[in-house]
């Protein structure tokens, strides 16, 4: 069996690394395309020596359209590159997996529209932990009525730019999916002044940022004689990156679609 052959989008970044690190890492797939940012300092850099790997004789460019054919795209980078790394992907009948947040609704129609002929994955979150997590709690709202309270709370490192974080988002959803309820309709995103009592049955988002924390993430269900917590903290980003190869495997003999990874570790 040929190895799987993949292009990261943002290559040269923390979860770029990372990737390109857990693809040589799986044995069974390689890094045929690198891409960054016009104007990044590392362009035309062997990306298995950045993520300090080895030698892979890829050079990190700076533009998508010269890299070698690929079973597919791995994009964790912004929504308006991801739109335009998914016209490349169409163009050449790639697999995609998706792990950008922060999509506008227009976005995101824009992206599924372009890739409605194309098998991918899309998903907040990579780590089988946090999969699990959102079944669980799915489960959990199922189950305790709307005198349990909902809370989620989410941290991410200082330089996060979209919040609540697309983790916490799907956490809100599978909560809401649980209480057969939209997630547009119960959520409180922001607390300030003086906003009334609780309203029963809203799901309460709160955020933090700071430092280097890669991700953590907790829902709770708050009644007056209990507290129920399912809580996920990662303390490497290499988590998310071994569940993108994951999903990547996963796709290869998918019909085209769009999938989560619930839909990889059999949880749907």
Known sequence: MSELRVIVVGASGRMGRMLVRAIIESGDAEVVGATERA???????????????????VALVDNINVCADADVLIDFSTPEATLANAEFAAGRNMRMIVGTTGFEAEQLQQLQS???????????NYSVGVNLALNLIRQSAAILDKDY???????????????????ALAMGHALAQGRNVKLNDVAVLSREGTCGVRDAGSIGFSVARGG????????????????????????????????????????????????????VLGLN
């Open 212 to 263: 280097n924390i890669v991700g953590e993430h907790k829902a709770m269900f708050i009644a007056d004689e209990e507290r129920i917590e399912i809580n996920h903290v990662a303390s490497d980003r290499m988590v998310f990156a071994r569940g993108a190869v994951r999903a990547a495997n996963w796709l290869m003999n998918k019909p085209a679609g769009f999938y989560d990874m619930q839909d």
């Open 149 to 167: 309270d909902a809370e989620i709370f989410e941290a991410h490192h200082k330089y996060k730019v979209d919040a609540p974080s697309g983790t």
């Open 114 to 124: 372009t890739l409605s002929g194309s098998p991918v994955v899309m998903a907040a």
């Open 39 to 57: 104007g990044c300092e590392f362009i035309g850099c062997d990306i298995g020596d950045l993520a300090s790997v080895e030698s892979l004789g």
